[in-house]
């Protein structure tokens, strides 16, 4: 059997909060959870909120308010007096700028929940909102993992790691690039900083250098709204053709400043406060409904943007089983194409039909006719655009067909969420996990009905939740759709049927002392839980200490030996 990539431990914080043990995706299912799940969830939210845990009405939906997509809270600036210079000629004809301020169009966004300030969890100077949220998904990832950090990297070799991550946008805040290139405008001095931490790849770099002390491969492969994807390809590859048995891979972005919102909002991307009121009828002064914003495959106006920062810990599937690492699920494959000629630079194009119906056709040869046609499910890109509605259904709608499948279901993540451009396919995997766990397809409950241009057949585009059984449910589609013409779509394995592959692989005493390992792993990630919900955890954050110097290699010609490492890079 050829290596799987499994997924070993996965966390972050989007909308929803936080990802590890399911809680974002326990807050988008809320109502169809247990009494005592609502309750750890909620528990969950209130710690990154800081708010005390007295449970009554109020707090409840102080939480529910503060969370998901809602109107600007959240962003220590204020949408309604934003400042920008005012052109004007003064008597003497001059062009001239003045102060003002203005009223952003767009009044919503997916933000992390209120009061959750990423700067405060650790020693976090002069570091991009991105690179904050890198730092405390990448230690949330660790956490869930359920062993030391120290104890697995001394399992491997320092080259047998790997991490891939970043983000489309770069980090455009102030303490970023739009910090350095507003300087002179604003009178400020660029520091030494803003240049360096700008860099798209940062959030890798962070990771290694100040979580993990990596030596090993490191990356970021960019394809716009596809760019989670695709760094997720690089490490699929690396983990199946055995150059690396242990790879962290994510995305951090935090595109929330007025400057990238004016300008997806100047492309029309974005839907507007002035949109949402001609969708649901309201007059001038009215305030629609901004929990509703994002309607994938609704009448609907523009995408929601949003942040997020997420990360997964994926391994060869013979080091899960010899360490007893929880296997949340495997990876697939995943395929990248480009859409060929262009008329636009944001236009879809073909490519998505291809990457879609290559990742149907390799999941039909892994798991059989049945699996695809009565066991899988899609998280669509749902960007929440009429083009978007019209060209991604018309894709699943066209290979539903071509496979033979009647009723295909299909979800998105960005009716919650909001699209949070190169992590956007993180959280439709983080909320993939969740259905495996739950039982439960999140339904694109913010859309009221289908829109007529939107193709359905051999689809059930989802409303509601939908309640599954994950035994029966061995495969998921996540897709994904850039700018530029960046398509990448993905197949995941559940890790109930993962069990079944590796139960086989292993025999059954093999298989037997995996579960008696993985019983310490589970009861350690449930511990790093109850620690973080009762506020007693900070992120890993590694600064100064275990630097190496050349002093610290031992070279011969066959391996250079690494301090601190017990394993050595082979030469």
């Known amino acids: ?30 109502d169809e959870l247990s ?30 308010n503060g969370t998901l997509i809602r109107g600007w809270d959240n962003v220590g600036w204020d949408a309604n007096a934003v400042p920008f210079h005012q052109p004007f000629t003064d008597e003497s004809g001059t062009p001239c700028w003045r102060l003002g301020h203005k009223r952003l169009a767009v009044q919503s966004a997916g933000q992390i929940p209120k009061g ?14 991105g690179l904050q949220l890198a730092v405390y998904a990448a230690s949330d990832a660790l956490g869930q993992l359920g062993m030391d950090w120290e104890r697995i990297r001394n399992h491997l070799r320092p080259d047998q790691i790997a991490v891939y991550a970043g983000s489309a946008m770069g980090q455009l805040d102030g303490d970023g690039h ?35 002390g990596n030596i090993g491969a490191t990356g970021s492969m960019v394809g716009a709204c596809a760019t989670f994807l ?26 929330l400043t007025p400057e990238i919102v004016e300008g997806y909002s100047a492309m029309t991307a974005l839907v507007t406060e002035q949109k949402l009121r001609e969708l649901d009828g309201l007059n001038a002064g009215q305030t ?41 699920g495997a990876v697939g494959d995943v395929y990248v194409h480009a859409d060929g000629y262009k008329k636009s630079i944001s236009n879809p194009g073909v490519g998505n039909y291809l990457t879609m119906g290559k990742a149907m056709g390799e999941a039909r040869r892994w798991l059989g006719e049945d699996a695809l046609k009565n066991g899988s499910f899609v998280h669509a890109h ?25 009723r295909w279901p299909v979800t998105a993540a960005k009716a919650h969420l909001g699209h949070s451009i190169a992590a956007a396919s993180a959280d439709q995997l983080v909320l993939t996990l969740g259905t495996w766990a739950h039982g439960i397809i999140p339904g694109i409950t913010t859309t009221s009905e289908i829109a007529g241009d939107v193709h359905q057949t051999g689809l059930d585009i989802l409303l509601q939740h939908k309640p599954v059984n994950g035994a ?4 998921a589609f996540i897709n994904a759709k850039g700018f530029g013409g960046n398509n990448a779509s993905g197949f995941m394995i559940s890790p109930q049927q993962v069990h079944k592959l590796l139960a086989h692989k292993a025999g059954s005493q093999g298989w037997k002392d995996y579960l008696a390992r993985n019983e310490f792993i589970r009861l350690n990630a449930q511990e790093y839980d109850s620690r973080v919900t009762r506020g007693e955890h900070k992120p890993r954050y590694i600064f100064g200490d275990g630097v190496l110097e050349p002093g610290d290699l031992s070279i011969s010609d066959s391996e250079i030996r690494v301090k601190g490492w017990e394993e050595s890079v082979r030469l």
């Open 1 to 30: 059997m050829r290596k799987l990539a499994v997924i070993a431990g996965f966390g972050g914080i989007n909308p929803a909060g936080r990802s590890s043990a399911h809680h974002a995706f326990r807050r988008i299912v809320l």
């Open 35 to 64: 009494a005592d799940q609502q309750q750890q969830t909620l528990n969950s939210l209130a710690q990154l909120m800081n708010l005390p845990h007295n449970g009554d009405d109020g707090w409840r939906q102080q939480i529910l």
């Open 116 to 129: 959750f300030d990423p700067a405060a969890q650790y020693p976090s100077h002069h570091h991009p909102r």
């Open 178 to 212: 739009g910090g350095m290139t507003q300087s002179a405008l604003l009178g400020k001095r660029t520091s030494s900083k803003q240049c360096a931490l700008g860099l798209s790849e940062m959030p890798a770099d962070f990771v290694n250098a100040y979580v993990l």
């Open 230 to 255: 695709y760094n997720l390809k690089v490490a699929l590859d690396d983990i199946q053709s055995g150059r690396r048995r242990l790879v962290m891979v994510g995305n951090s972005e935090s595109p």
């Open 288 to 328: 629609p409904d901004f929990r509703r914003a994002s309607r994938p495959f609704g009448y609907n106006g523009g995408f929601t943007i949003a942040e997020s920062g997420q990360f997964f810990v994926l391994c060869d599937d013979e080091l899960a089983l010899e360490l007893g690492l929880t296997i949340y």
């Open 382 to 406: 749902g960007s929440s655009t009429p083009a978007n509605r019209t060209t991604e259904s018309h894709i699943f709608s066209e290979l539903a067909q071509a496979f033979g499948i009647k």
């Open 472 to 475: 029966n449910l061995p495969l």
